[in-house]
């Protein structure tokens, strides 16, 4: 699901391109779709944008300049103000482990298994405990990154996809950092495939990681 700045009129336009729903706010967060219409308390936004991503929207459109700030310092990327069809080339992707599986599994009708790894935050790192961590990337650069390493993974034999997502901004212990998916024929063409990404992910991709203790932070 891709995320953009926008009004009512921004919304109408969008749903031309996709599925898509609007969220504003008032004293809570007004919600609407085609589909729906709720309000929300504005804590509870960015699951909003998880359950909203797993039901297929394509697009969000926020019209709230304090919640666009509070996701921007979040998330870690900077979400652009929708000015017709050239803005959705660089609107950020917000992807969830079901969108990223299901985008995995398209067009994969010879195959049968799907291989998944989920990294999160731990709590402890040796004797310290960790408050949060923090992603910055060369944005740049990233999405190239990602497709390479996404290309090299669909080299392997009986492999017919592979996707992954990283998350960047500010995470807590407990949160999800990246997801990958690898579709392959058979269960055991995916496994060797799964931890070459989880390496090339680790070496290959622009991404840093500031790690916050009670005591001090450092950057890996």
């Known amino acids: 699901m891709r995320l953009l700045i926008g009004d009512r009129k ?48 394509e697009y969000s459109v926020i019209n709230s300049a304090g919640e666009i700030s509070r996701i921007e310092e979040k998330f870690g990327f900077k979400i652009p103000v929708f000015e017709g069809a050239k803005t959705l080339q660089t609107a950020p992707d917000f992807e969830t482990l079901k969108t990223v599986v299901e985008k995995a599994k398209k067009n994969a009708e010879k195959c049968g298994a799907v291989g998944v790894f989920v990294g999160f935050v731990r709590k402890f790192e040796g004797y310290k405990t960790v408050e949060r961590l923090e992603y910055e990337a060369f944005n740049e650069i990233l999405f190239e990154k990602i497709s390479e390493v996404e290309n090299k993974i669909r080299s392997f034999p009986g492999i017919a996809n592979a996707k992954l997502y990283h998350k960047l901004g500010k995470l807590m212990p407990g949160e999800d950092i990246v997801y990958i998916a690898v579709v392959g024929e058979h269960r055991k063409d995916i496994w060797a495939p799964l931890i070459n990404a989880v390496e090339l992910m680790k070496t290959e991709l622009p991404i840093w990681k500031k790690e916050i203790y009670k005591d001090g932070e450092r950057w890996v």
């Open 10 to 57: 921004a919304y109408e336009e969008l749903k031309k391109f996709g599925k898509t729903i609007f969220i504003e706010k008032a004293d809570d967060l007004n919600i609407e779709s085609e589909d729906l219409r709720m309000s929300a308390k504005s804590e509870l936004l960015e699951k909003l944008l998880e359950c909203f991503a797993d039901l297929g929207y």
